[in-house]
């Protein structure tokens, strides 16, 4: 690590970087955290005064409750989904032999390459009046079922475009599981069942774990996908937090909503962090 | 090895299904030749690709995301490689700050990014400006592409180098004739990486683009919240297309899995 060479060397090199981060990330949140306590008035625009107003009115009113329990709520259901989908898909993954199991991995994570707003798209399509979902239903004699526009819409495309954040993980630590060590167990006289969850779980629960943090933090403030597919109604934080910017021209509130966002987001990390790595220890002594 | 058992490769089937219908979907749409958004049956028509060509905002902001796309993943590359150096190779003051400073966008949501950005650019009169635009992708994608070439440095035979400069070489030389070389792979995915994510960016965007600068995922965005014409599905399905052949690069190059599984 430590060459004879001048202490200066390292910061050159990191100085351009820096510069440009302290620049256009930290500055720019200070900025947007002062600007969530100046009083804004709808005649005139943003003043030079300072009020709690815009937290206090977050937090006591029933909409804005609302919608950030639906956010929670449905990145919370999402994270759920997600797990219950992404675990066995990449245990199964797992035991396939290449090429299948190559081709397999892409098709699962490729879609994460595609954006957001295509993918929104295709769910839109699905999911409308007439879409093959509505005919798939009828086909199996269920009425016509209004799905565009609900949460249960949001939801299906939030696990679609969050099914690879789950896999990926997941998939990553089964790579470190030996298979023999699973035989090893059937030999010794476990069932599959059991082999499965005295073995091969308490390997990817730790995949498993950092999969459901980054699902989590990504649906909470997901944008496109409760912009396409839930409507002007049906909001989220980040859905909220545009239209205030942008229709309400309400900055200062906005901000407020943003630094809420912000500050869950890191506490929720931060928490999830503490709590996977005692369990860490615990299981790793 | 194992095999999977008949419900096992059932549910895989689900899966894959559920993961390919939204993209299959737009583009059997794409190629209607109805006025609505319906799959075709009987015949096929080129007709909606014809009409992005009609419609120069598409084009204008398809051209506008390249360029925005290749000079950020380019600049975002010649910050993280000397600072990754730094990183990987010195002990000195505020090391990991800094290291969690450079992947804090990551746990950032750029939702709260861009309206910080929207806000500090209101203040300096920098709204509508393409070059700033630049540097709020730089900021956003800088992560990935120090991550992969952070993971190239750490994974390099020091040894190698130690020889150079036994015999000789000057440490510009080494850096330019021996350690460049070896972490060139990296350098390529961090990029290639940095130029998709770049090129998808939409909810940070959104905050900061003008009518003269609205990138590809801004303008569809738009267009998709107000009117919905197979059109839309036609630039979907051109997006899907580039976007696989991309990852086929990608996956021939440095096999896609190292780089989205390998680095996480």
Redesign the interface.
């Known amino acids: ?3 004879a060479r001048p ?1 200066l ?6 100085s ?3 510069l ?3 620049g ?6 200070i ?2 955290f002062i ?1 969530s306590f100046h009083v804004y008035d709808h005649t005139t625009g943003i003043k030079n005064e300072f009020t709690f107003a815009h937290y206090a009115a977050v937090v006591s009113d029933d909409y804005y409750l609302g919608i950030f329990w639906r956010t929670l709520r449905l990145a919370g259901l999402t994270t759920l989904i997600c797990a219950l ?1 992404g675990l ?2 990449a ?3 797992s ?3 290449d090429p299948w199991r ?1 081709v ?23 999911l ?1 009046s007439t879409g ?1 979902v509505n005919q798939l239903l009828q086909l199996l004699g269920f009425g016509p079922a209004r799905l565009l526009y609900t949460e249960t819409a949001i939801v299906i ?1 939030l696990v ?1 475009v969050m ?2 954040f789950m896999v ?2 997941i ?2 630590s089964l790579q470190k599981l030996d ?1 023999m060590v ?2 090893a167990a059937w030999t010794l006289g476990a069932s599959r069942f059991t082999a499965l969850r005295r073995v091969v779980m308490p390997q990817v629960t730790m995949g498993m774990l950092s999969g459901s943090l980054i699902v989590f ?1 990504l649906s ?2 997901a ?2 996908i409760p ?2 597919l839930g409507g002007r109604r049906l909001k989220m ?2 859905t909220l ?2 239209d205030e ?1 942008m229709h309400e021209l309400n ?1 200062p509130l ?2 407020a909503i ?2 809420i ?2 500050v869950a ?2 506490i929720i ?1 931060l928490a999830y962090n503490r709590m996977v790595e005692a369990r860490a220890r615990r299981t790793l002594g | ?4 058992g008949p419900i ?2 059932l ?2 089937t689900l ?2 299904i ?6 299959a ?2 583009c059997l ?1 794409a190629f209607t030749p109805e006025n609505t ?1 319906s ?1 075709p049956t009987t015949s096929f028509s080129l007709r909606w690709f014809q009409a992005i060509f009609v419609h120069p905002d598409f084009v204008d902001s398809f051209v506008n995301s390249l360029w925005l796309a290749t000079l950020a993943a380019s600049i975002s590359v ?3 490689v ?2 990754a ?3 990987d ?4 003051p505020g ?1 990991d700050a ?1 290291n969690a ?2 992947l ?2 990551l ?7 861009g ?6 650019f209101a ?1 300096i009169g920098a709204t509508g400006s393409f070059a700033w635009l630049v ?2 992708h ?2 956003v994608i ?1 992560p990935y592409v120090l991550r992969l070439v952070m993971a190239a440095f750490s994974g390099l035979d020091r040894s190698a180098e130690q020889a150079a400069l036994t015999l000789g070489a000057s440490h510009w030389t080494v850096f330019r004739r021996v350690t460049a070389p070896m972490v060139l792979p990296g350098i390529t995915g961090g990029w290639l990486l940095a130029f ?1 994510n770049s ?2 960016e ?2 940070m965007s ?2 900061v683009t003008s009518p003269q600068t609205v990138t ?2 801004v303008r ?2 738009m267009y ?2 107000e009117s ?1 014409d197979p059109m ?2 036609a630039v ?1 399905a051109l ?2 297309a580039l ?2 052949a ?2 086929l690069v990608l ?1 021939r190059a440095f096999g ?2 190292k780089i ?3 680095q ?1």
Request: glycine share 4%; net charge positive.
């Open positions: 690590m430590n060459r202490a060397t390292p910061w050159l090199l990191v351009p970087g820096t440009l981060f302290l256009l990330v930290v500055l720019p949140l900025l947007t600007l989908i066995p898909e245990y199964v993954l035991r396939m032999r190559s397999f991995l892409l098709v699962i994570i490729g879609p994460l390459l595609v954006s957001v707003v295509v993918r929104a798209f295709g769910w839109s399509m699905l409308g093959l495309a679609h099914l690879p990926i993980p998939w990553t298979p699973e035989a933090g909470a403030s944008f496109a912009g396409l934080a980040a937090v545009y910017y900055w906005g901000a943003a630094i966002v912000l987001n890191l990390m | 090895m194992q095999k999977n096992a490769l549910f895989h899966v894959v559920f993961m390919l219908a939204p993209l979907v737009i749409v958004l799959i010649a910050l993280a000397p600072a150096l730094a990183i190779r010195y002990q000195f090391r800094l400073l450079f804090s966008p746990i950032i949501p750029h939702l709260v990014l309206v910080a950005f929207l806000r500090l203040l540097a709020t730089v900021i800088t998709i090129f998808d939409l909810t959104i905050f590809l995922p569809m965005y998709a919240t919905i839309m599905a979907s997006m899907i976007t696989a991309a990852m996956d896609l899995d989205l599984v390998g996480k």
